[in-house]
């Protein structure tokens, strides 16, 4: 597992890059310039890593490109030891961001192959969030209640579940849409049942699947 110097220096372009598409949370990007994107492919693909793009991870799905990334933590406006759950844990890159800006970590992915090959690597990395094999819809009640929520797959609808594990005060993040395209989408919950809503922007992700997958 290396982080050479030549990955270094491709990940500063791709700050610079997404300073440039309007990326403007110095601590996010000072996040995304830590985490070695490059070490959460498949070691053929490490040329394609620091491009700002989405790239298969396996199972079927992707591991989100760096600007969303940067974007739904932007808003998410994350504080060190806030409590965060993440729905759709993938290749574990938007968990890592998220542990560098000082977050306890809370992620749930429903693809066992995904689970296990994450949890694995994380280890290896020496990250440390708590990962979970299930269905993010349901969130996780006994964790729960969370000062943030980010859904990093295309939600048909709000899951009511995730709301109610909101704290008063917190925001979620999530895609909301069809399948083909989704409207990023930020809840603050204002008290125990009401919420202000905000949209920021189309984007595409790979759809919020119903139940687990073996
Ligand atoms: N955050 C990831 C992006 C992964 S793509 C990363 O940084 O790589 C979205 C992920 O959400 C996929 O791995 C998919 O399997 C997962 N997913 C979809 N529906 C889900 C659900 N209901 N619960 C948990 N994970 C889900």
Do not use: C, W
């Not at 399948?179 to 790979?206: A, C, H, L, N, P």
């Amino acid at each position: 597992m290396n982080d050479l110097m030549h990955h270094q220096g491709m990940r500063r372009r791709l700050v610079d890059g997404l300073r440039t598409k309007g990326i403007r949370d110095e601590r996010v990007l000072e996040a995304i310039g830590k985490v070695p994107r490059h070490l959460f492919m498949d070691s053929g693909f490490v040329k394609y890593s620091y491009k700002d793009q989405a790239f298969p991870i396996g199972a079927g799905q992707t591991i989100s490109q760096p600007f969303t990334v940067a974007y739904q933590s932007q808003l998410l406006e994350v504080e060190p030891n806030a409590k965060v759950l993440e729905v759709g844990t993938g290749s574990g890159y938007q968990a890592a961001v998220l542990l560098e800006l000082g977050a306890k970590v809370f992620s749930i992915e429903r693809q066992k192959e995904l689970y296990v090959k994450t949890e694995n690597l994380m280890t290896e990395l020496g990250y440390r969030p708590r990962l979970f094999f299930g269905d993010g819809y349901k969130g996780l009640p006994t964790y729960g209640p969370f000062d943030r929520i980010i859904v990093t797959a295309g939600a048909p609808y709000l899951p009511e579940d995730l709301m109610d594990q909101l704290k008063v005060g917190g925001r979620m993040v999530i895609p909301l849409g069809s399948y083909e395209r989704q409207e990023m989408t930020v809840y603050i919950k204002t008290s125990e049942d009401s919420y202000e809503k905000q949209t920021k922007g189309d984007f595409v992700f790979v759809p919020m699947l119903k139940g687990t997958a073996q």
